[in-house]
T-cell receptor, first 114, second 111 residues
Framework: NAGVTQTPKFQVLKTGQSMTLQCAQD?????MYWYRQDPGMGLRLIYY???????DKGEVPNGYNVSRLNKREFSLRLESAAPSQTSVYFC?????????????FGSGTRLTVV | GQQLNQSPQSMFIQEGEDVSMNCTSS?????WLWYKQDPGEGPVLLIA???AGELTSNGRLTAQFGITRKDSFLNISASIPSDVGIYFC???????????WGAGTKLIIKP
C-alpha cells in the first residue's frame, strides 16, 4: 500500500546512546517532516525538508539531526539520547510545503529512553 | 507566534450522541484540516477546508471553516464505538506555511 513507512516501531535506548529513525514515502511527495507527540501537547515539528537537498529546523530541533537521503527517505538521528526524548515520533510527507496540502503520516516510532 | 486552541481536551459520550469540538486561532488561517488518530497509529486526514464559511461533510462528520477565518468546528453525528480516538485540528496561515496543530480532543465512548 502507498504511504509512509517508519522503522522501527518500538525502541528502548539507554541515556547517551544514539540511534536513527528511518522514514520512507512512495507517493513522490516533495516535502517530508518529523514530529514528536507527547501527551497533552499535540504534534510538535522537529525538522522538515521542503524538497530533496534541503532541511530546516522546526519548533523543537535541539538534540536531533536529520538527513534527506533522497526524495523518498528522510531520517532522524538522536546523537546522545536523553530521557526527555522519550516520545512517539511521526514522520509525514506532503506534495509540497505551502498551500493547502494535507499531510500523510506514518504509524509512528515509540521511543523510550531510560 | 500563531497558536491554536482546541477544545474540549476530552469528551465522554454515550454511543449515538452527537459530538462537537472546535479550534480557535490567534490569527487568520487560509486552510483548516481535521485529522483523526486511532490508538497506535498516525493521524489520518478527515476533512480539509479552504474557504471562509465553507461547510464540508464526510459521512457522519461535518466541518466548517469559520467566517472570521480564525476558527473551525467539527461535528460527529450519531457516534459509534469506532469514533473513539484523538481528533486534531491543524491550520495554515499567511505568514507561516507550516501547519499549526491543536493539542487534540480525545473522544471516549462510555459503555
Amino acid at each position: 500500500n502507498a504511504g509512509v513507512t517508519q522503522t522501527p516501531k518500538f525502541q528502548v535506548l539507554k541515556t547517551g546512546q544514539s540511534m536513527t529513525l528511518q522514514c520512507a514515502q512512495d507517493m513522490n511527495h516533495n516535502s517530508m517532516y518529523w514530529y514528536r507527540q507527547d501527551p497533552g501537547m499535540g504534534l510538535r515539528l522537529i525538522y522538515y525538508s521542503a524538497s530533496e537537498g534541503t532541511t530546516d529546523k522546526g519548533e523543537v530541533p535541539n538534540g536531533y539531526n536529520v538527513s534527506r537521503l533522497n526524495k523518498r527517505e528522510f531520517s532522524l538521528r538522536l546523537e546522545s539520547a536523553a530521557p526527555s526524548q522519550t516520545s512517539v515520533y511521526f514522520c509525514a510527507s506532503s506534495e509540497r510545503t505551502g498551500g493547502p496540502y494535507g499531510y500523510t503520516f506514518g504509524s509512528g516510532t515509540r521511543l523510550t529512553v531510560v | 507566534g500563531q497558536q491554536l486552541n482546541q477544545s474540549p481536551q476530552s469528551m465522554f459520550i454515550q454511543e449515538g450522541e452527537d459530538v462537537s469540538m472546535n479550534c480557535t486561532s490567534s490569527s487568520i488561517f487560509n486552510t483548516w484540516l481535521w485529522y483523526k488518530q486511532d490508538p497506535g497509529e498516525g493521524p489520518v486526514l478527515l476533512i480539509a477546508l479552504y474557504k471562509a464559511g465553507e461547510l464540508t461533510s464526510n459521512g457522519r462528520l461535518t466541518a466548517q471553516f469559520g467566517i472570521t477565518r480564525k476558527d473551525s468546528f467539527l461535528n460527529i453525528s450519531a457516534s459509534i464505538p469506532s469514533d473513539v480516538g484523538i481528533y486534531f485540528c491543524a491550520g495554515q496561515g499567511d505568514s507561516n506555511y507550516q501547519l499549526i496543530w491543536g493539542a487534540g480532543t480525545k473522544l471516549i465512548i462510555k459503555p
